[in-house]
């Protein structure tokens, strides 16, 4: 059932340092991804999901703080690279599509140009070995041109002399989704990918992708507060909430039937077609700086006992392949690998 | 509106801008008190002299015909007589202009040269050493007086070190082109001449360079700070670009093109502060020539070295301009 793990997330825990005091914003979390699987992490707005994707690459903004943890990727610890080595592993293995494609665009550079930055700075070994198998540029730009083509814009050897500010704003998303794409990486981030277009481009872009890592053998990270997105691309779903990984499932699993009290709030928050609006959930994700002392769900909890303000509901498998931190279930068996 | 179109607007407004200038300096040359005939004869001169004078120079006629008639002439390239070198003043200006030209654009050619990567670096190293000490140096810069720095600039290099000469632009290269000694020496091939017109200009420029130079540092640096938290540059970065190439391509581009109109802001502010430079040097330029004009009450002279300046900096201005619709392709595509 599970496949051999490409990237390996354990015990992470990061913490911001902020005017206010020490935030804790990811709080211990477990994340496993194999190779060629598609995960989603689903959460509300604020609950860490980015930051965990950030974390991934070594990107976090300078007052956050790496408490303890590891992120194993081909049995390398992230954490433990120093900047140049990280930086190779960045776009060559693991790379992020960003999610504002009105930002993540530098204005003043055409497209091909920042394609081609990226083949001409970042596939280099030493100087040495630059100079010496350095490829011809129009090899260079013919790569380029082929991804465009791969992410479906239409006449790509036009679009390598346009200006973002030319683009419409699902050009742009392939434009960027290209540009993570470009040195074949093993792993890719997609951070709110399509977020910021219309419903019908974002379904259209979320698809495409789907095909072409399946075909590329890519491993994805979906990153969205979406659940409908997370149906639609992932094989299976981590639930996070508060810097806190509360349920994991099978995709198909989880939308069946939701174990933990948040996943079932966040599902019944869903706006549906037919009948209301979803009903969500009482309350907001608590203050980190001094969040819940347990479970950090439990204001919020309509199924609250005296037991969840004191101990912290451990990530326990409940049945095979699900995982639910929530003192409802107890684990199943005993045997929890 | 295609850039094209935005350009020849720019250039278009030049036109009123010019004669608003010209009315503003013209009445103002010719309100403030004191004589010019007078001034120009001596105390000796007998009153009818004085008033044949002001006759000559139509300065009897009221204003407006004064002014239309100047303007007249300005057209056929005629900028009127001065009475203090008594020549025609655009003899004058076409003597002193290149010498101010050189200096102000190689003082502006300093300040960003030093105030760009000064800038860059005060951001990249935020709140270490190195950008406390470019911040301190750009507020010093800012609130140095520059004929005190210029005088210190001598003492130093001129008569301690006797490394740079103190005064003056130094001998002509053989062959006039431009007037302006670095290019024509340049264009002779002559390197010897050009060195020593270099030596002659490095306290000068620098001495008026300065300010623009502190002004150019801290707006790169707060341009840059803003730059580096976009989205762009964390993407960048996670593609694996190196950081030289995020910071001085990616992010240097995008902040160095803002701070294009200050630059082209500044190059009037060195304008007017070239005179204090070029009396401490004793540059034969053309602030210098204006300011001697002025107190002299020589009226054509302030107009037309008013006017030429004002003509400089609009054309600066508008190369500012094309620069900036270079660097920022936004600017080009506007509609």
Known sequence: MQKEPLLEIRNLTIHFHTFEGRARVINGIDLVIGKGESVALVGETGCGKSITAKAILGLLPPNAEVVSGSILFQG?????LKGEELRRIRGRHIA????????????????????MDVLVHCDDQGSVQRWRTRRPVAMLRQRCVDMLRLVRIPDPESMMGRYPSELSGG????????????????????????????????????????????????SVLYITHNLGVARMVS??????YAGEIVEVALTHALFRRQFHPYSQGLLAAVPRLIGSIGEGIEGRIPDYVSPPPACRFEPRCPYRMPVCCEVRPPLREVESGRWVACHLYPASGGDSS | MSFRTYL?????????????????????????????????LGPDATQEQVEQLRREMGLDKPLVVQYLRYMGGLFRGDFGFSLRTRRNVAQDIKEFLPATVELTTVAMLFAIALGVPLGVLSAVRKDRPEDHISRILALIGVALPRFWLAILLQLLFAYYLGILPTIGRGPAPPVRLTGIYLLDSLLALDFRAFLIALKHLILPAFALSVGSLAQIM???????IEEMRRDYVLAARSYGLPERVVIYKYALKNAFSSALTVIGLSYGFLLG??????????????AFYGVDSLLFKDLNAVVGVTIVIGVAFAVVNLLVDIAYGYLDPRIRYET
């Open chain 1, 171 to 218: 050009m742009r998303q392939r434009v960027l989704i290209a540009l993570a794409l470009l040195q074949r990486p093993e792993l890719v981030l997609a951070d709110e990918l399509g977020t910021a277009l219309d419903v019908s481009i974002q379904d259209q872009i979320l698809q495409e992708l789907k095909d072409l890592v399946r075909t590329q053998g890519m």
């Open chain 1, 96 to 115: 992020m599509i960003f999610q504002d494609p009105s930002t993540a665009l530098n204005p003043v550079f055409t497209v091909g140009e920042q394609l």
């Open chain 2, 8 to 40: 020849l607007r720019r250039l278009l407004h030049i036109i009123p801008a010019l004669l608003g200038l010209s009315i503003l300096i013209f009445v103002l040359s010719r309100v403030v008190p004191g004589d010019p005939a007078r001034l120009a």
């Open chain 1, 76 to 80: 390398q610890d992230l954490l433990q």
């Open chain 2, 273 to 286: 502060n070239a005179f204090l430079v070029e009396t401490v040097f004793a540059w034969p330029g053309l």
């Open chain 1, 235 to 240: 094989d299976r779903v981590y639930v996070m």
């Open chain 2, 218 to 224: 801290r707006l790169v640096r707060a341009n840059m």
